[in-house]
């Protein structure tokens, strides 16, 4: 079966670190993906881990441990445009099956 | 670049009338196509993929089809829409040599 969980809410403040985590059950899985979604857009990618391990990129790091099927989105130096929902989606048979997204408010 | 189009971005449909959604792809030949739902509240739902011209897969049962009469053009249509069809409706397209999918700006349906 395909399975995505996330927490649907969290709060921030300007200028700290978070963290979203994320569990998944997906059949053939091959990866995890990120991607951010403003309210009204369409999401836009931010990474894929295919492998285990962090992978950084600026102020965004993903990790990926396969055997835990357990993924997470590390923000830092939090920036107020940074207010978004991130989807954790797991790839797997060629397919993408999207959680419903962590919703990230970032107060001043 | 490899750009997606939508539209319309914005529709408005009462009850039981036709749909027709469509989405075209520029910049790169025979792409993956998908189109996917986002309802209130509801993470994307994957309803059709398509890998060429006249190849449709359908993930879910529902009263949409999608077409795809040309290899850069994929369309999301309905004979009778229902209120539960209302939603934002993504077209997302795959990179070349890569499993990542990108999106279009999409189009915001509401049924009433």
């Known amino acids: 079966g395909q399975n995505i969980d996330q927490p649907t809410e969290m709060t921030a403040t300007e200028g700290a670190i978070v963290q979203i985590n994320c569990t998944y059950q997906t059949s053939g899985f091959n990866g995890l993906f990120w991607y951010q979604q403003h309210a009204g857009e369409a999401p836009t990618f931010l990474s894929y881990?295919?492998?285990?391990g962090l992978e950084e990129k600026g102020r965004f790091s993903s990790f990926l441990s396969r055997s835990k099927g357990y993924s997470y989105l590390l923000l830092k130096e939090l920036q107020m445009k940074d207010s978004a929902s991130y989807l954790c989606?797991?790839?797997?048979?060629?397919?993408?099956?999207f959680g419903t997204g962590t919703r990230l408010t970032i107060i001043p | 670049s490899q750009t997606i189009h939508q539209w319309p971005a914005t529709l408005v449909q009462p009850v039981g009338s036709p749909l027709s959604l469509e989405c075209t792809v520029e910049g790169t030949s025979n792409p993956n196509l998908y189109w996917y739902r986002q309802a209130a509240g509801r993470g994307l739902q994957l309803l059709f993929y398509?890998?060429?011209?006249?190849?449709i897969s359908s993930e879910v049962p529902q009263n949409l089809s999608a077409s795809r009469p040309q290899d850069r053009q994929f369309i999301l249509s309905s004979k009778k829409l229902l209120l539960s069809d209302s939603g934002f409706y993504l077209c997302?397209?795959?990179?070349?040599?890569?499993?990542?999918?990108?999106f279009g700006p999409g189009t915001r349906l509401t049924v009433l």
């Open positions: 997302a397209r795959r990179g070349e040599g890569t499993d990542t999918q990108y």
């Open positions: 989606a797991g790839f797997g048979n060629e397919k993408l099956t």
């Open positions: 398509s890998v060429g011209i006249g190849q």
């Open positions: 881990n295919v492998l285990d």
